[in-house]
């Protein structure tokens, strides 16, 4: 796409303030959901939306947003997108009730899906040698731990120096500069897949079908396991995605073609994808709760307590994990930080009533920070590998399908779990702090349960075996 070497990496440092855009949004609304909990009189359930309307979405249109891009092209898509999640944030910032929060949410997601996927298909385009590959998505990798860094500390200041409203009207002046700097530098380009359908059918059944599943679990706490709703919404949940399956199988172009499940890197990345992601997203969000409401930090120490590991995260994604990959492959690399991260949670599975960082916060936080590190690279470099060049706008998209829906689903259910641990507590005697914190323990104990799994998967599945560069044919295998 560019034969200057140079203007290929500023283009990527453009795509990559896009995707900071996104990631930043992400970390700063977690910091500020006990303010906005008050505020807005969310239940502890029902908070959860705050976070999983956006993922849905983002989740939903991820496949969408890159075949869109194929056939229209990325450059002008990925404005679109920018465009989008701005003038959502905007909506986010000034909505004074739930439904208009959790529906401006939406909108973001649907935004930050076209970014996202668009982004990361033409960074795996501009790079196709392995070396600058492996350095290009070390830098995808920091700009995400990065965005995460700069999200709780800006999230705990401006939501205990001014209120919520402000972390998402933050994203409006960023949007504008990240929109001028790509009208200049990224390249122009017509579709590259001319002639093909878009898979309607295909985006409409499976994001209704996460949707209604996420539902019936956020839910299923408060209205009965058993009660005829949730089974019937579950039941539906289920022919959705049965519907899905089928469209994908029939259809001449599909949203996510299943013959690419039989690739043993792609599909091992991907189930190791949505375990670890069910527990990091959920990590995320149950923390900020704990460290808020049982240790009583105010925002801005929540956003400090959370530095250490983001700080890490980015340190390992700038250029260490990328050296780690180059010489150990991605097999290794992604076993020994998935358990890692597993054994972080753990620890947190121990918090106190009455903690303190440097003992009960601390350790687990630095684990996190260390295996999330070193395994995100191995693990969008696996999930990439054995897929024609023509694929890499669909394999990107999946992968990060994987990734937001295992943490919408992972954060239902493990929410679901503290809430319903929490009640039970209380009933049998508790006061409400201990109720509280006992239901956390338990989400963080599940969590580290699937970050463990995922941990064997990695281990057990992914291929390792080196190359050199990319051919022509294929992308490159650097495990």
């Not at 250490?308 to 076993?335: C, D, E, H, Q, Y």
Request: glycine share 12%; net charge positive; hydrophobic share 55%.
């Amino acid at each position: 796409m560019f034969d200057d070497a140079r203007k290929r990496w500023w283009a990527l440092y453009v795509l990559c303030s896009g995707v900071l855009m996104i990631v930043l949004d992400t970390t700063i609304v977690n910091v500020a959901l006990p303010s906005i909990r008050e505020d807005l009189q969310f239940s502890q359930t029902s908070l959860v939306w705050v976070v999983n309307a956006y993922m849905l979405t983002f989740g939903g249109f991820l496949l969408l947003g890159g075949r869109l891009g194929d056939l229209y092209g990325h450059r002008r898509l990925f404005l679109l997108g920018l465009i989008l999640f701005t003038v959502a944030s905007v909506g986010c910032g000034l909505a004074p009730s739930q439904g208009m929060l959790i529906a401006a949410r939406a909108a973001q997601g649907l935004g930050g899906a076209v970014v996202t996927a668009v982004a990361l298909s033409l960074i795996m385009n501009l790079f196709t040698e392995s070396t600058d590959r492996a350095k290009a998505m070390g830098i995808y990798g920091f700009v995400c731990s990065a965005g995460g860094s700069i999200g709780v500390l800006l999230g705990g200041f401006l939501t205990t120096t001014l209120n919520w409203h402000w972390i998402f009207l933050v994203n409006v002046p960023i949007g504008v500069l990240v929109y001028m700097f790509c009208l200049r530098l990224l390249p122009h380009g017509p579709g590259t897949a001319s002639g093909a359908r878009l898979d309607i059918a295909g985006a409409i059944t499976v994001t209704a079908s996460l949707m209604l599943a996420v539902y019936a679990i956020v839910n299923g706490h408060e209205v009965g396991w058993n009660s005829g709703q949730t089974l019937a919404t579950l039941a539906a949940a289920v022919m959705l995605l049965a519907a899905f399956l089928v469209i994908e199988a029939r259809v001449r172009d599909p949203l996510m073609p299943l013959g690419l499940f039989r690739l043993r890197n792609v599909a091992t990345a991907n189930v190791a994808g949505v375990l670890w992601a069910a527990a990091m997203f959920a990590w995320f969000f149950i923390s900020a709760l704990y460290l808020q409401l049982v240790l009583g930090y105010n925002a801005m120490q929540v956003g400090l307590s959370f530095l250490p590991a983001n700080l890490i995260m980015a340190a390992f994604s700038l250029g260490l994990s990328a050296k780690i990959v180059m010489r150990f492959g991605i097999r290794t690399p992604l076993a020994v930080g998935l358990l890692l991260a597993a054994a972080g949670l753990a620890l947190f599975a121990r918090a106190p009533l009455d903690g303190h960082f440097l003992v009960d916060v601390l350790p687990g936080m630095t684990l996190l920070g260390i295996g999330a590190g070193i395994a995100l690279n191995p693990l969008l470099l696996g999930a990439m590998s054995d897929v024609a060049p023509s694929e890499s706008g669909l394999a990107s998209g999946v992968v990060n399908t994987a990734f937001m829906m295992g943490g919408a689903l992972g954060l239902a259910v493990l929410a679901s779990l503290a809430a319903a641990r929490t009640d039970s507590a209380f009933a049998a005697g508790a006061n409400d702090l201990a109720a509280l914190n006992s239901g956390y323990q338990l989400a963080f104990i599940v969590g580290a349960a699937s970050a463990a799994v995922a941990a064997a998967l990695g281990a057990a599945f992914m291929r390792t075996r080196q190359s050199g560069h990319v051919s022509e044919k294929r992308l490159p295998d650097l495990g």
